[in-house]
């Protein structure tokens, strides 16, 4: 497709349940990041992928958060033992290599993840 | 990447320019000055970007001062559907800076009839 895709759109779990957020960037991007924002709230940095180095993931809240990035593509965000507090929308985005002036970073729709 | 500071909430009238300010005074040299804006329940929309001159494009202007420390979105012609939180940001070009991205709390803009 053209823009970043996310999946599922919406997600509605249990407490206690593990989830999993799918992100497909813009082909060619090499970075990716994932962020969280809650209802009324700004956009809070949860982990950041640049083809194959490590990972950034000085965002992520606690251990039951974590990511990776297969291929250099596709990412997945899964969430263990969900809680209450973790309802929001998870956005993925996706940005051209370093080095290229002035890149933009384009987002995706988000995943609704409401925590039941 | 350099912090940016956006007043909390402005208003408009429709039809309107409606001028967005935000102050960058730390902005490195090689960082660009970008515009998202992110309407309920929808990712964040690109608006425009620039590293020295002013630019314009279908949806907006962006004027940048001379020293770069501070900038200005403008709409030329608001309308209702350009109600909508409006985030400036800087961001590298490039290089060991190219990491994660902080945005602010943003700019609630209101366009009202």
């Known amino acids: 497709g053209a823009g970043v895709s996310q999946s599922p759109s919406n997600k509605v779990t249990e407490k206690g349940k593990d989830v999993e957020l799918r992100c497909d960037p813009i082909?060619?991007?090499?970075?990716l990041y994932w962020y969280r924002q809650s209802l009324g709230q700004g956009l809070e940095f949860l982990i950041y992928?640049?083809?194959?180095?490590?990972?950034?993931k000085s965002g992520l809240p606690s251990d039951r958060f974590s990511a990776e990035r297969t291929g250099g593509s596709v990412s997945t965000l899964t969430i263990q033992r969900t809680q209450q507090e973790d309802s929001a929308v998870y956005l993925c985005a996706s940005r051209l290599a370093p080095g290229t002036s002035g890149n933009t970073i384009y987002f995706g729709e988000g995943s609704w993840l409401t925590v039941v | 990447d350099a912090k940016t500071t956006q007043p909390p909430s402005m208003d408009c009238a429709e039809g309107r320019a409606a001028n967005l300010p935000c102050n960058h005074s730390?902005?490195?040299?090689?960082?660009?000055v970008y515009w998202y804006r992110q309407i309920h329940s929808q990712g964040p929309q690109y608006i425009i970007h620039g590293l020295k001159n002013n630019e314009t494009n279908e949806m907006a202007s962006l004027i940048i001062t001379e020293d770069r420390k501070s900038s200005t979105l403008i709409l030329p012609h608001a309308t209702l559907r350009d109600t909508a939180v409006y985030y400036c940001i800087v961001i590298a070009a490039g290089g060991t800076s190219y990491g994660k991205l902080t945005f602010g709390q943003g700019t609630i803009l209101t366009v009202h009839p």
């Open positions: 992928f640049q083809g194959n180095s490590a990972p950034d």
């Open positions: 082909s060619g991007h090499t970075a």
């Open positions: 730390t902005i490195s040299g090689n960082e660009y």
